[in-house]
C-alpha cells in the first residue's frame, strides 16, 4: 500500500492524505483543514472503495461559486496516483 498527499487548489483544506492498494482502493483519508464533518464523512465514505470509481462520482462536483470542491479536488488527487501508479 503506498500513501500519497496533495495540495488541494481552490478550496479550504490545505492537503489531503490517502493509501491505494495494488487493487487501487482508498483506504486512510484525511483532509488537513475544511469542513471537517463533512470530510471527515467523505473519508469513511470512500474507505475500501475504487479509487477510479470515487474519483468519477465526486469529480466536477462544486461548492459555491468556487468551480470546484474538496471532493472535486479528492478526485484530481485520486486521478493523479493512479496516473503515477501506472507510469511505475
Do not use: W
Amino acid at each position: 500500500m503506498k500513501g500519497y498527499s496533495y495540495t488541494p487548489s481552490g478550496v479550504c483544506s490545505r492537503k489531503i492524505y490517502f493509501k491505494l492498494d495494488d487493487d487501487r482502493t482508498v483506504h486512510d483519508l484525511v483532509f488537513e483543514g475544511g469542513c471537517n464533518g463533512n470530510l471527515k464523512a467523505i473519508g469513511k465514505l470512500v474507505e475500501g472503495k475504487d479509487a477510479s470509481e470515487i474519483a468519477g462520482i465526486l469529480k466536477g462536483n462544486q461548492c459555491g461559486m468556487r468551480g470546484t470542491s474538496c471532493a472535486d479536488q479528492l478526485s484530481m488527487a485520486l486521478e493523479k496516483a493512479m496516473a503515477d501508479m501506472a507510469a511505475e
